[in-house]
């Protein structure tokens, strides 16, 4: 017989592509997650990945059953979603995702908050990029993600709530702390991204491109994974960066980053859920806490 267990072990080997990975992420030895997945394949005479090399990777058969295994946890997770409503929302797991700004520093302070007012609740966070959290929240992965970039994805609801302010910053001695850019001028100096997919980045693309420079005239010096690693570079002088305040407020009050003048949007955070689950009462109980910390330490949503 089928189990709801060997279902998760199925879908945490296939998005890892790593039998090890997958069993350290559910707490399990890797014998158990293979005899797991051996199991699946032996009573239903099928053949669910291949192996290459060390890699493990979905055969046609495996890709197709994933969807159906992620479909019957989903209404498994929605099952218990409702008893912990019925039981008054005290106990149970909130499953959140988010992009590496709000997920490393906006939302820690909120699930503390959270948590001192639902301590049985148990928080989960996951961070990556926009389009990671995107793909989280859409595979039924997570069960609010956080980004800093719109998103368009047919299978999501998204809402905007309060977010940060970006600053253009560079190292000290750095031209711009002279005299700042010009519209066209962003495009004299090198700069350090972050990669593809990331908000900031789109969000860095959209300002280039309504000052009038083509993206292509940008001189990128370094393209980074993360935005400690942007920062560390700037403060290095390989160039000039948009970053949010929250990631550079201690450089900028050590002197080890100068804020440049420059005319810059406040931006929103997006909610994204999946349209084909009602929100229950936890995640209802969660949005609440943004508005509720703002009001109370104004200076936390910049």
Same mark, same amino acid.
């Given at each position: 017989?089928?189990?709801?267990?060997?279902?998760?072990?199925?879908?945490?080997?296939?998005?890892?592509?790593?039998?090890?990975?997958?069993?350290?992420?559910?707490?399990?030895?890797?014998?158990?997650?293979?005899?797991?997945?051996?199991?699946?394949?032996?009573?239903?005479?099928?053949?669910?990945?291949?192996?290459?090399?060390?890699?493990?990777?979905?055969?046609?058969?495996?890709?197709?059953?994933?969807?159906?295994?992620?479909?019957?946890?989903?209404?498994?997770?929605?099952?218990?979603?409702?008893?912990?409503?019925?039981?008054?929302?005290?106990?149970?797991?909130?499953?959140?995702?988010?992009?590496?700004?709000?997920?490393?520093?906006?939302?820690?302070?909120?699930?503390?908050?959270?948590?001192?007012?639902?301590?049985?609740?148990?928080?989960?966070?996951?961070?990556?990029?926009?389009?990671?959290?995107?793909?989280?929240?859409?595979?039924?992965?997570?069960?609010?993600?956080?980004?800093?970039?719109?998103?368009?994805?047919?299978?999501?609801?998204?809402?905007?709530?309060?977010?940060?302010?970006?600053?253009?910053?560079?190292?000290?001695?750095?031209?711009?702390?002279?005299?700042?850019?010009?519209?066209?001028?962003?495009?004299?100096?090198?700069?350090?991204?972050?990669?593809?997919?990331?908000?900031?980045?789109?969000?860095?693309?959209?300002?280039?491109?309504?000052?009038?420079?083509?993206?292509?005239?940008?001189?990128?010096?370094?393209? &980074?994974? /993360?935005?400690?690693? $942007?920062?560390? @570079?700037?403060? =290095? %002088? *390989?160039?000039?960066? &948009?970053? /949010?305040?929250?990631? $550079?407020?201690? @450089?900028?009050? =050590? %002197? *080890?980053?100068?804020?440049?003048?420059?005319?810059?949007?406040?931006?929103?955070?997006?909610?994204?859920?999946?349209?084909?689950?009602?929100?229950?009462?936890?995640?209802?109980?969660?949005?609440?806490?943004?508005?509720?910390?703002?009001?109370?330490?104004?200076?936390?949503?910049?």
């Amino acid at each position: 017989m089928m189990t709801l267990d060997q279902l998760r072990i199925f879908v945490a080997v296939a998005e890892r592509e790593h039998m090890t990975r997958a069993a350290v992420a559910l707490n399990l030895t890797q014998s158990a997650a293979s005899a797991a997945i051996a199991a699946l394949e032996d009573r239903h005479v099928v053949h669910l990945f291949d192996r290459i090399g060390r890699r493990i990777v979905l055969t046609p058969t495996g890709r197709e059953f994933l969807a159906e295994a992620r479909a019957v946890l989903a209404r498994a997770d929605t099952a218990v979603r409702v008893l912990n409503d019925l039981a008054g929302a005290t106990r149970g797991t909130l499953r959140l995702a988010a992009s590496q700004t709000v997920g490393n520093y906006w939302l820690p302070p909120l699930m503390q908050r959270f948590r001192e007012d639902y301590p049985g609740i148990t928080l989960t966070l996951t961070i990556g990029n926009t389009a990671q959290v995107t793909a989280a929240v859409a595979n039924l992965s997570a069960d609010l993600g956080f980004v800093e970039g719109s998103v368009d994805n047919f299978a999501l609801s998204s809402s905007t709530i309060p977010g940060d302010r970006l600053a253009l910053v560079v190292a000290p001695g750095h031209p711009w702390t002279q005299r700042p850019p010009l519209g066209r001028e962003i495009s004299a100096s090198p700069w350090v991204l972050r990669e593809p997919g990331s908000g900031t980045r789109a969000l860095f693309e959209d300002v280039v491109q309504r000052a009038g420079v083509p993206i292509g005239k940008i001189v990128m010096s370094l393209e &980074l994974p /993360s935005n400690e690693a $942007v920062r560390a @570079a700037v403060t =290095a %002088g *390989a160039g000039a960066s &948009l970053l /949010s305040v929250l990631v $550079v407020q201690e @450089a900028l009050r =050590a %002197g *080890a980053l100068v804020e440049v003048p420059f005319d810059l949007p406040h931006r929103a955070f997006h909610v994204l859920r999946h349209r084909e689950r009602t929100l229950s009462k936890t995640e209802q109980r969660f949005l609440t806490i943004p508005a509720t910390v703002q009001k109370k330490t104004p200076d936390l949503l910049v």
